[in-house]
Every structure is written in structure tokens, then in C-alpha cells.
């Protein structure tokens, strides 16, 4: 099946979720280079001669953080989706699927498969659990609008900083929500700095390129005391970075995160290191100083009024400064007419970018996912 054909049948397998996933040639073959989707390890499920069904697989090679506390280079498997056309549901084709995801998985050598789920698909997460998949760690997503972030109301001390153990009562985010109040306590009645930051983010002034201006004007570093006083929001310069380039620099910046809290699949670092246009990652450049981290951000062609923000990361040694929330700015300024920054349900809930958006006034969305392993 070429990949026009099985674009169209996973399209039609989702076209009646709560979060239907319409499918181009062009989009698919992206996510195929991203994810390392194993096209050879994936299947389609025919009745009568016709497709009715499809599990995209991706396979990585490489350090498998498997239960317990061992660590071994094994090939780690990920279900990256299972669909079934609505005339042919309820007749076994999703567990005729999954059954050979996981005999291929076994075969392979991964000690565990991987995948995500919508909360509220009741009957995926029965078929999941009743093959003995568990539910892992919750993936959250926001909204962040620019409203908020013009305001000036930014939290004291709230540039990805490591989360408390304020509102949460295990790593996972399972059973419990993160209390953006016990997160911030007082920090939150004053903004940043002495004074209140000017409104509105900087104007880019740079020549534009795929998806915005190659690079942002750069702004008054916090360690500068006579910028310091004048505003209460260091500013920086976003560069784009070239994709191998990414690796280094995004692993630096998630060093201190312990396995429950790193990236999902679709944003772990070799996904990053992958992005295709219109997204881009960008390094985060104080002026006149050193890259302090980075910030992966895409938009839809077809919709000026939205952005999305993929990611972001801020080295540990350069947090609690500000340079999340001056990144923050600049990603608007990159996209001046996008009403808002959208973060992706990949977030899982331990993540420090969870207090970090907190802080920043984001909207954590409604629908939520589920991270579902099972130890083969």
C-alpha cells in the first residue's frame, strides 16, 4: 500500500474520534521520518479484499529505561496508531492488529510496548488493558494566549523551574492535578522585577523565512543591572538550529529530568532533531551571551491566528532567570498574528514545563491522554 492509500485509511479510521486525524501523502511521510515509523513492521488489516484496519509502528534503537531501574541498549517500540474504519469495528481487526504489533515486538527484542490513547476512548483503553497494557504517566496540553503574556503578570522565579512536589502526589500525574497555586504560593502576586515589563512583545525586524523571521532582535540580558531596572523581562534572540545540531543541546537541557517526566515519543530528541517545514528549532540566545536552551515551534499554513509551541527547554543551570518566559515573547513576535500558542497533549505531567506554563497563565486543555505501557 502506497502512502497516499494508507494516509487515506488512517484518516477514515479517525474520522469520527474526538480528535478526528485527517492525513496527507506529505504529512504521514513526515511523521514516518520523525518517529521512525518501521513501515515494514507495520500492518493493514483487509475483510473482503478491502483495508479495514492499520497499526503504524516505530522502532528505535538504543537506551531502553525498562521497568525496574535497568538500563540496556534494546529496540524500543512504539505504537504510533491503531485504526479501525467505522464499518468494520466491533468484529476484532484492532485486536487482530495488536496481537501482531506485539509477537513482532517480542521478536525484536523490546521488553515493553508503548503507546497513547485518548482518556475518554473508553473502548481503546478497554482493549489496551485487557492485553495487560497500564496506564503510565498522563500527557497534558495547553493553551497560552497572548493576552496573558502581554500583561505582564508573570510569576516570580517561573522560567522552567523544577517542579515542587506542591499538587502532586506521584511522578506520573495519575490520579492527581498539578495545583498551579501550590506550584507558585506568593510568587504569583507580583510580576517579574522591579518594575512592570513594557506590553506586548518585540516587533521582529528580520527578513522572514519558513515559518517566520530567521532571527529576533536581541534584547537586555537580566545580569545587565541598568536593563534590569527599566524592565522587568529580559528578551533574547531566536536562531534557528540546524537539525543534527539539536541532539546535544536538547539532551543538555533535559539532563536533570528523571525518565517519568522526559518527552514523548514525538518529542524526544531524535523527533526533534527531525522537524520538517513549517516547524523549526530555534536556540534561545541572551544577548551577548551563550545559547541557554531551545524552543521548537511549527504553524499551520492555512491559519495565521495559531501557533503551536512543540517544546521548549532552558539548560538547569540557566533557569529561574527568565529566559522561558523571554522565549515565550519571541515566539509570539515570530508569529505576530496567532491569537494564541497551542502546546500538543504530549506533555507528560511531571514534566517541568508544566509549572512553567502554569506560571505563564496557560490554559490546560480538557482532553487529556494516557501514556499505556506493557512489559512483553
Not at 62 to 79: F, I, K, N
Not at 156 to 162: F, L, P, Q
Not at 192 to 208: E, F, H, I, M, W
Not at 297 to 309: K, M, Q, S, V
Request: proline share 9%; hydrophobic share 45%; net charge neutral.
Amino acid at each position: 500500500m502506497d502512502l497516499a492509500a494508507l494516509a487515506a485509511l488512517v484518516t477514515e479510521s479517525f474520522s469520527d474520534s474526538a480528535a478526528p486525524w485527517p492525513l496527507s501523502a506529505a504529512t504521514l511521510a513526515a511523521m514516518v521520518a520523525r518517529d521512525d515509523i518501521a513501515l515494514p513492521s507495520s500492518h493493514v488489516a483487509y475483510l473482503d479484499g478491502a483495508p479495514v484496519g492499520v497499526a503504524l509502528v516505530a522502532v528505535r534503537y538504543g537506551l531502553d529505561h525498562g521497568p525496574g531501574s535497568g538500563v540496556r541498549v534494546a529496540a524500543r517500540t512504539w505504537l504510533e496508531a491503531l485504526g479501525v474504519v467505522p464499518a468494520a469495528r466491533r468484529s476484532g481487526v484492532a485486536r487482530l492488529l495488536l496481537g501482531r504489533v506485539l509477537e513482532e515486538a517480542r521478536a525484536r527484542g523490546s521488553r515493553a510496548v508503548r503507546l497513547q490513547v485518548h482518556e475518554s476512548n473508553a473502548p481503546a483503553r478497554r482493549l489496551y488493558e485487557s492485553l495487560g497494557f497500564v496506564a503510565a504517566r498522563r500527557l497534558l496540553g495547553f493553551t497560552l494566549p497572548r493576552a496573558v503574556v502581554g500583561s505582564g503578570q508573570w510569576a516570580v522565579g517561573s522560567g522552567t523551574d523544577a517542579p515542587t512536589d506542591a499538587g502532586r502526589a506521584d511522578d506520573s500525574g495519575l490520579g492527581t492535578a498539578h495545583s498551579a497555586d501550590g506550584i507558585l504560593g506568593a510568587r504569583a502576586a507580583r510580576p517579574l522585577g522591579a518594575r512592570p515589563r513594557r506590553s506586548g512583545p518585540p516587533d521582529a525586524t528580520a527578513a522572514a523565512g519558513a515559518g517566520g523571521p530567521d532571527i529576533l532582535p536581541t534584547y537586555p540580558s537580566p545580569n545587565d543591572k541598568a536593563h534590569r531596572d527599566q524592565s522587568a523581562q529580559p528578551f533574547v534572540t531566536l536562531q534557528p538550529l540546524a537539525a543534527p545540531l539539536a541532539l546535544p543541546l536538547v539532551e543538555a537541557c533535559l539532563a536533570d529530568e528523571p525518565h517519568v517526566a522526559r518527552p514523548s515519543w514525538q518529542m524526544e530528541t531524535l523527533s526533534l532533531a527531525r522537524l520538517a517545514s513549517p516547524a523549526q528549532v530555534y536556540t534561545v540566545v541572551p544577548h551577548g551571551e551563550r545559547a541557554v536552551g531551545y524552543v521548537a515551534l511549527t504553524t499551520t499554513p492555512d491559519d495565521t491566528a495559531a501557533a503551536t509551541l512543540l517544546h521548549l527547554g532552558i539548560l538547569p543551570a540557566s533557569r529561574r532567570q527568565g529566559w522561558g518566559r523571554a522565549a515565550v515573547d519571541a515566539a509570539f513576535a515570530l508569529y505576530p498574528t496567532a491569537d494564541s500558542l497551542t502546546v500538543p497533549p504530549l506533555v507528560p505531567a511531571s514534566s517541568t514545563l508544566v509549572p512553567f506554563l502554569s506560571a505563564c497563565g496557560a490554559v490546560r486543555a480538557p482532553e487529556e491522554h494516557l501514556e499505556m505501557s506493557l512489559t512483553l
